[in-house]
């Protein structure tokens, strides 16, 4: 759009605006004494450069402060039941409402929890069940509890309420019966001392764990993997029967007492409980079946006895949200068949109807009408968790609250972008105040007020570039964001080239994918596009990493999710295939989840950093190794903190409370160690430097160089080497992963594959990442990117757009081809606005 269109749009709703709410000296995290105003009862959006104090400013102080204030009204006891945010660190914020976050994160996420749960949908529809479903004459009346999965009254006893159970294939158990329990035979048993503890106790009651494991007798066999008995015995470490015999006899005590779990129940236990990484490594020995007594329904007989408008409640639970309200319609205007005679219960059911299909439609209005009710939290994105939180919001009706968002945009097509801020509106038209963090040019083009946080990431920012309506922002020179809200025409990122070979995938079938054949082109860049919900995550991260595992091309341990377990992916790689030696999956799930992974850590170069300490003559006179410089070990750490560099204290009537250690300074090591120096640093001065400052002290260090350069040219020159991982944001993980990929030793082609890419990135930063991608390219690796960003998919070589709509209307290929090609289709939704980001591309780089 042009400057004056854009200028004209921006100042639609920012009229008689005055400031409403005032920060005085906020210096959480890397904000330098900020002070500023902002007005009530309107859009304001939060923007800048990735990493430069949005997030440290809308939600670190403005909600903290907001939550700290209501905390104070709340009984101490019952603070204990909240979770709390930190304390801020300003000095004061006049004219700050109530306030409601509502951010991009998985929490509530649980496996048991739907969007229908999540939504209070759910509740509403059970009770609809309970005092309108009809049912035989043998089943008898059934409280509203009684519907509901999670519940004694209304699981499934075979499943549990799950709709799934896990079984263990038992002829993978033990897939050599040549070798003897002790050489290995259980297959499924644990590494390490626990499957020698398995041994010892077998051998104590009894069995022969030398012998080859097909000479045993039947009946052992089947104990020994099947038995639900758990018998606990003494253990005496390397003695013989004949010697634990009388040792028992004599009384001895014992090294300790054990007791045997069967390779089943072990088996079960581990990855109904377990880490990603253990269910992964345990699939192969389990299949994941829906459930025979409910199938899949996750309630019990009685609960599915009762239908209303022909469907019982699970089947109402597996309809999309388009589908559902399309079927409740007619009872809430009172002309449905279905509704009962009797004139109370036909009020009731109105009304209840009424309200379900009230707010069916309002998360229809944020794209997501292709979610079903049954659709598990865990399966959503957190753009998608996100909205749900939002819809539910403006079905709530609060008055007077300021709502602090994170990235609303986020995941969701242009189309569905409008919709969405049409939403955000009517929350403003209802008294309420928004600070939105946000990237997105047409969020911050809607803003009624704009502030910019900056000018660069870390601690290049932290001040206010600009604070006034939007089409000031056009003046202000030191602005990154200016030159893209305005639309100054750009030249293109990357070349682009035609597709020469291809990836043949056929009859593709999971998901709202059907017998879908597509082509993906390789050495080239792919933007997978279309509207929320038709099917680009589920290309990208399900049929892509399934299809190709089955050719042996194993994701990355690292990035592998649990493909196997679920083996939904139907389908064939026909061509392409073979010549793809590895496969990368590059998200922005965390690096690390504790304080001691950082960016030094994962990347590996400060195993080299530690063997430069190490060569020091200080440490070599001291008898120190490299090891010596690891915080993690006991040797060279802090003891008080124990490496962390932190102490965390947890209040019980107030959010808890961490501080530098006072021991070690913050510096996580012990006295002793921090008194080697190399080139006068400590390892301690080493963790505390920039990636920029760290390329200048490590100028000539090869190793270190390459991993450092890789950090830079993703625009994280800002982040410090000791960085916790708990403290990168998802758009700065998935930037350290990629540049971990580019350090590495090339070891063959390789696809790469990022959802989303665009998420959490300021437009800056997001060309940074594209200009990066294409190196991968040009080395003979393949990108695919499932995109909603027009001006990454216009950088792509190839595009292919999925839909026509979502859910159940996706799941199609409507056009595929080069850019140009694909803006001119005429039955997608994504063609216009990809056309409207081409007129703006001013053609390849150096053109």
């Avoid at 050599?176 to 259980?186: F, Q």
């Avoid at 790689?573 to 992974?597: F, N, Y």
């Avoid at 989303?756 to 990066?772: I, Q």
Wanted: hydrophobic share 35%.
């Amino acid at each position: 759009m042009s400057s004056e269109k854009a200028s004209e749009r921006i100042s639609l709703h920012s009229q008689n605006i005055s400031p409403g709410v005032t920060v005085h000296g906020a210096r959480t995290h890397n904000l330098r004494d900020v002070s500023f105003s902002f007005p009530r009862n309107a859009m304001v959006v939060f923007t800048g450069i990735s990493g430069s104090g949005k997030s440290s400013l809308a939600f670190d102080t403005l909600y903290a402060e907001a939550q700290r204030r209501f905390m104070e009204s709340v009984a101490p006891h019952a603070r204990r039941l909240i979770e709390q945010a930190s304390t801020p660190d300003v000095d004061a914020i006049d004219g700050l409402p109530p306030a409601v976050a509502l951010q991009q994160s998985r929490a509530g996420a649980q496996e048991r929890s739907t969007v229908g749960s999540l939504t209070r949908i759910s509740v509403t529809l059970r009770l609809l069940f309970s005092r309108a479903g009809s049912h035989p004459a043998d089943v008898t009346f059934l409280p509203a509890e009684a519907f509901s999965p999670n519940n004694p009254q209304g699981a499934c006893p075979a499943c549990q309420g799950m709709g799934i159970v896990h079984e263990v294939k038992a002829d993978a158990l033990v897939p050599d019966g040549t070798l003897s329990i002790r050489e290995g035979a259980i297959a499924s048993w644990p590494n390490g001392w626990q499957a020698k503890n398995l041994r010892s106790i077998l051998d104590t009651l009894g069995y022969d764990i030398d012998a080859p494991w097909n000479t045993l007798a039947e009946k052992d066999r089947e104990w020994i993997l099947f038995t639900d008995e758990q018998p606990s015995v003494p253990i005496f470490m390397g003695l013989n029967a004949e010697q634990r015999r009388e040792a028992i006899a004599a009384g001895t005590e014992p090294a300790y007492t054990g007791t045997y779990t069967s390779a089943r129940k072990y088996l079960l236990q581990s990855f109904s409980g377990g880490k990603e990484s253990v269910k992964k490594r345990l699939s192969r020995f389990i299949t994941v079946a829906s459930c025979n007594e409910c199938h899949g329904k996750r309630l019990n007989r009685d609960a599915l006895a009762y239908t209303f408008a022909g469907r019982d409640i699970a089947e109402m639970g597996e309809l999309t949200i388009t589908q559902l309200r399309a079927l409740l319609s007619p009872c809430a205007e009172g002309l449905s068949e279905d509704l009962p005679r009797e004139t109370a219960l036909r009020e009731a059911v109105i009304r209840m109807t009424t309200d379900i299909c009230g707010r069916l439609g309002q998360l229809e209005k944020l794209g997501l009408g292709h979610l079903s009710l049954g659709r598990r939290t865990t399966m959503l994105s957190s753009g998608e968790l996100q909205r749900i939180r939002l819809a539910t919001q403006l079905i709530s009706r609060l008055f007077g609250v300021i709502y602090v968002l994170d990235e609303p945009a986020a995941g969701l097509h242009p189309e569905d972008v409008r919709a969405l801020l049409q939403s955000l509106r009517l929350l403003v038209e209802a008294g309420n105040s928004l600070v939105i963090v946000e990237h997105n040019l047409d969020v911050i083009a809607e803003a009624d007020w704009l502030t910019e946080i900056g000018p660069g990431p870390g601690g290049q920012g932290g001040e206010i570039v600009y604070n006034g309506t939007p089409p000031g922002l056009q003046q202000i020179s030191r602005s990154p964001t200016a030159g893209y809200l305005f639309d100054r025409h750009r030249p293109g990122l990357r070349r682009r080239r035609l597709p020469e070979r291809w990836l043949s995938l056929e009859q593709v079938t999971c998901n709202n994918i059907q017998d879908l054949d597509v082509r993906i082109p390789l050495e080239r860049m792919t933007a997978i596009t279309g509207v929320s919900g038709s099917g680009k995550s589920t290309l990208l991260s399900r049929v892509l990493p399934a299809l190709l595992e089955r050719l042996d091309k194993t994701p990355d341990e690292e990035d592998a999710e649990d493909d196997s377990v679920m083996p939904d992916v139907q389908g064939s790689i026909t061509a392409g295939g073979t010549s793809l030696k590895r496969l990368v999956r590059i998200d922005q799930r965390p690096i690390g989840r504790t304080p001691r992974s950082n960016l030094a850590t994962y990347t590996g170069f400060f195993d080299t950093v530690r063997k430069l300490f190490a060569d020091t003559d200080e440490a070599k006179k001291r008898g120190f190794d490299a090891s010596r410089f690891s915080f993690n070990l006991p040797a060279g750490r802090c003891p008080a903190c124990e490496g962390q560099g932190q102490i965390t204290i947890e209040l019980m009537f107030m959010p808890q409370a961490s501080a530098p250690c006072s021991a070690c300074g913050g510096r996580r090591y012990n006295e002793e160690t921090l008194e080697v120096r190399w080139h006068n640093r400590t390892i301690a001065d080493v963790l505390a430097l920039t990636v920029d400052e760290a390329i200048s002290v490590f100028r000539n260090n090869d190793t270190i160089q390459r991993s450092l350069a890789a950090l830079a040219s993703l625009g994280l020159g800002y982040l410090t080497l000791g960085q916790p991982a708990t403290e990168l944001s998802g758009g700065e993980c998935q930037r350290i992963k990629l540049a971990w990929e580019l350090q590495r030793t090339q070891r063959g082609k390789t696809l790469y594959l990022l959802d989303e890419p665009s998420t959490g990135l300021h437009p800056a930063d997001m060309d940074k990442l594209m200009r990066v991608l294409d190196r991968l390219v040009q080395r003979g690796d393949t990108v695919v990117i499932a995109e909603h960003d027009m001006r990454i998919a216009c950088e792509a070589d190839w595009v292919i757009d999925l839909g026509p709509g979502s859910g159940e209307s996706g799941g199609q290929i409507v056009a595929a081809g080069t850019p140009e090609e694909v803006s001119r289709a005429p039955d997608s939704l994504t063609a216009s606005y990809l056309l409207a980001r081409l007129d703006k591309r001013d053609g390849e780089p150096g053109q």
